[in-house]
């Protein structure tokens, strides 16, 4: 089997006219995981979604390769057939809708008209994946993320990454709103479905905090700060990020951003919104 | 026994039908009976002019007592299994004017069934229906339509519920032609429930109008109004929900809920939630709502490798399919699944 790469050249991005990504380059292989690291606001989250091809997110330049084929260049669904797959911060609950129908359509929608899984094959795989994840027997009969818990939507969508095998897996934030045992189940998994896909599968890790990779040791960690990533190291860089914060690496490249109080003061000002996530809140939404 | 066609249509556990055509009427095995409203007892004709006195609105606009099919079942009779009354439309223009009865401590389920002989045979359908429920008894109405464009559908429902007697109505209105629906139940009796469930797809540029009423004239009676609406093409809908408590129905609950998914730029759904409440000491609650279905949910599902088309189909077969739920009998659910599927997921009607 073949060792997918994702190569991201000079991508920028903007939402509603403001830029946020400034030219991030990025080579992702098979068997790879990288961790993005960054204060909030910065372009994390940004990257996830124009990769994905969020419609609220603008690609102003740039390119974004996987195996040679354009992503930027294809529909929503068109990039996850390709082998794209973004675990997202939050998912949508969709009532109605039982978790096994939209994983099958899901599936199916993958290998394509005429090539559809068994019912048995795609019920084995789905309780397999169940358990792997410790999730409640009745999931498959419940609605699509509807009443789940936190913890229990980012299972969920651990769960869809299982089932669907894709080349490249973008996770953001996946360990937001997860406790302690729940982190350590999605930990492992990822890393044991990196491991058992024998470089069939690259991962982008998008996370604050060190603690998730206590159980997913990256090989690369970069770091993204207004727009760009501004230094890449191995496992040791995202420890000393945990223990110094960001200002060391501020100082030492120079840049210009607010000062944590700053940033405290226009935090306080801002009425509080539902679901607000980094780039919101550096547009001061 | 039933015609082989129709036994297959009804599924083979099907054991209890009513089949009425414009000219006959045919049993098999069912408990209910039969008669028009010239032929039924004394005693029920007492109580007719009773009820007809007691209810602010009348329940129905009678015509000749020879045109009203009563269908009753007796006292304390429970029957498990499901009755199929089956029409069967064959005339352009077809009236019919059914009432059934379920006597004090019964409890039966009914499904009805609407089938026209030619697809695409211009037709009038106006149905009248009438649905007792006297004191603690027990009703399950599940009834359907799926004409075609070249049907108008007319449809008046009415039923009466007396005391601690419950009435559950499960309506789909899946025709394609204009449609015009009115459902009104009348809580009579200290404790009478009704549940009352609609759900429609319009499509090309069909019109709709569905209204469902609960009047609530007792105390400790309780109503609940639930329509789920889809529109699509240039369809419009209009969905009124209204809830009455009159004076003196204490402790009364009604709670209504009417939705409509917006499918396309030409479509048009209004919803209008009225709760009218003469007593005070009551609970009520209403949620309204039209929208589109929800960019970031597309997104969403888009990005798991659905098209467009896909997200969509799939988001609106959710939006109503707890109300698909609602319906016990599987061969049935699972007929009503395929109607909706195709309404919802062809292109251009």
Redesign the interface.
């Known amino acids: 089997m073949s060792q997918p790469t994702l190569t991201i050249t000079d991508l920028q991005a903007s939402v509603e006219d403001k830029q946020i990504l400034k030219g991030i380059n990025l080579t992702v292989k098979g068997g790879e995981i990288h961790a993005i690291m960054g204060p909030n606001g910065n372009g994390k989250s940004t990257l996830a979604a124009a990769l994905m091809g969020n419609p609220k997110y603008a690609v102003t330049k740039g390119t974004a390769n996987l195996d040679g084929e354009s992503l930027l260049d294809l529909e929503v669904d068109e990039r996850s057939k390709a082998g794209l797959f973004l675990a997202m911060q939050y998912p949508s609950e969709i009532g109605g809708v039982t978790n096994s129908d939209f994983l099958r359509s899901a599936v199916n929608a993958h290998r394509g008209e005429g090539n559809e899984i068994g019912l048995f094959p795609f019920v084995k795989k789905l309780n397999q994946s169940v358990k792997k994840l410790e999730m409640r027997d009745d999931l498959p009969h419940r609605y699509l993320n509807e009443g789940f818990s936190g913890g229990e939507k980012k299972r969920n969508e651990i769960l869809q990454m299982l089932m669907l095998e894709p080349k490249i897996a973008i996770l953001d934030e996946i360990d937001s709103g997860l406790d302690i045992d729940a982190l350590r189940i999605v930990g492992t998994n990822i890393t044991e479905m990196v491991k058992e896909r024998n470089q069939e599968m690259g991962v982008i890790l998008i996370t604050h905090y060190q603690r998730l990779l206590d159980y997913i040791e990256p090989d690369f960690v970069h770091v993204l700060i207004d727009g760009k990533i501004v230094k890449t190291g191995d496992a040791s860089l995202a420890r000393r990020l945990e223990t110094e914060g960001y200002e060391w690496l501020k100082a030492e490249l120079g840049l210009q951003t607010l000062t944590i109080e700053e940033e405290a003061t226009t935090a306080m000002s801002r009425p509080a919104n539902i679901g607000s996530c980094g780039t919101r809140q550096k547009l001061g939404l | 026994m039933l015609p082989k066609h129709l036994q297959a249509y009804l599924g083979e556990d099907a054991s209890l039908a009513l089949v009425l055509s414009e000219d006959c009427v045919q049993f098999n095995n069912t408990p209910l009976t039969v008669n028009t409203l010239g032929d039924t007892t004394h005693e029920n004709q007492a109580y007719f002019q009773r009820v007809m006195q007691a209810t602010v609105q009348p329940l129905a606009t009678y015509r000749s007592a020879d045109d009203i099919l009563v269908v009753e079942l007796d006292a304390k009779r429970v029957v498990d299994q499901p009755i199929h009354i089956i029409h069967l439309h064959k005339e352009a223009l077809f009236r019919r004017h059914v009432l059934v009865i379920a006597q004090p401590l019964s409890e039966m389920k009914i499904i009805e069934h609407h089938l026209n002989a030619e697809d695409n045979q211009p037709m009038l359908i106006e149905q009248t229906l009438e649905l007792i429920v006297r004191d603690q008894a027990k009703l399950d109405y599940v009834s359907f339509d799926a004409f075609t464009q070249a049907a108008q559908v007319q449809m008046s429902r009415f039923g009466l519920v007396e005391r601690y007697g419950e009435l559950t109505w499960v309506l789909g209105s899946l025709s394609s032609g204009d449609t015009q629906t009115e459902n009104i139940t009348q809580l009579i009796g200290e404790g009478a429930t009704s549940q009352s469930t609609l759900l429609t797809v319009g499509v090309g540029l069909q019109k709709q109008h569905h209204l469902v009423r609960i009047d609530q004239h007792a105390a400790y009676t309780k109503g609940n109004i639930i329509n789920h609406g889809v529109v699509r093409d240039q369809a419009q809908g209009v969905f009124d929900g209204i809830g009455y408590i009159k004076n003196g129905a204490v402790k009364a609950d009604a709670q209504q809920e009417s939705r409509f998914m917006v499918l396309d730029d030409l479509a048009r759904a209004t919803t209008n939630p009225i709760l009218l409440i003469d007593e005070h000491d009551v609970t009520a609650g209403h949620a309204a709502s039209v929208g589109r279905v929800?960019?970031?949910?597309l997104?969403?599902?888009?990005?798991?490798?659905?098209?467009?088309e896909?997200?969509q189909s799939?988001?609106t077969?959710?939006?109503?399919?707890?109300l698909i739920e609602t319906v016990s009998d599987v061969t049935l659910r699972e007929k009503l699944l395929t109607i909706i599927e195709t309404k919802v997921v062809q292109h251009g009607a």
């Open positions: 929800d960019a970031e949910t997104y969403y599902l888009q990005s798991r490798g659905l098209t467009i896909q997200a799939l988001v077969l959710g939006f109503l399919m707890p």
